[in-house]
Nanobody
Framework: QAQIFESGGGLVQPGGSLRLSCTASGFPLHYFGVGWFRQAPGKEREGISCIASSRDGSTHYADSVKGRFTTSRDNHTDMVYLHLDNLKPEDTAVYYC?????????????????WGQGTQVTVSS
């Protein structure tokens, strides 16, 4: 019954912003780490950000998004967000959130056990 969902993608112009949301059903999301990944057409899946469980809250960002993307938690709603700022065409991809069962923050896709369905982000003029 455990599921994780992401939403908030869309079409945006270069330099624009989006906010992606990640929520869970069947387990408290704040107890786990959450990773953000993306996959562009014809390219490998890329880990871009993660946030540890709410006990820690540490974050990490890939160089490709550092300074532009921010992940955060809202403990009241038990949601995790990824704020995408100053978007570039090369950010176009399907974005996924995923659960780290140990509550850590590491950009290693192999350690995540539940994945969302993906939400499309398209950056274009």
């Amino acid at each position: 019954q455990a599921q994780i969902f992401e939403s908030g993608g869309g079409l945006v112009q270069p330099g624009g912003s989006l906010r992606l949301s990640c929520t869970a059903s069947g387990f408290p999301l704040h107890y786990f780490g959450v990773g953000w990944f993306r996959q562009a057409p014809g390219k490998e899946r890329e880990g871009i950000s993660c946030i540890a469980s709410s006990r820690d809250g540490s974050t990490h960002y890939a160089d490709s998004v550092k300074g532009r993307f921010t992940t955060s938690r809202d403990n009241h709603t038990d949601m995790v967000y990824l704020h995408l700022d100053n978007l570039k065409p090369e950010d176009t991809a399907v974005y996924y959130c995923a659960r780290d069962p140990l509550g850590w923050c590491e950009l290693d896709s192999g350690r995540y056990d539940y994945w969302g369905q993906g939400t499309q982000v398209t950056v274009s003029s």
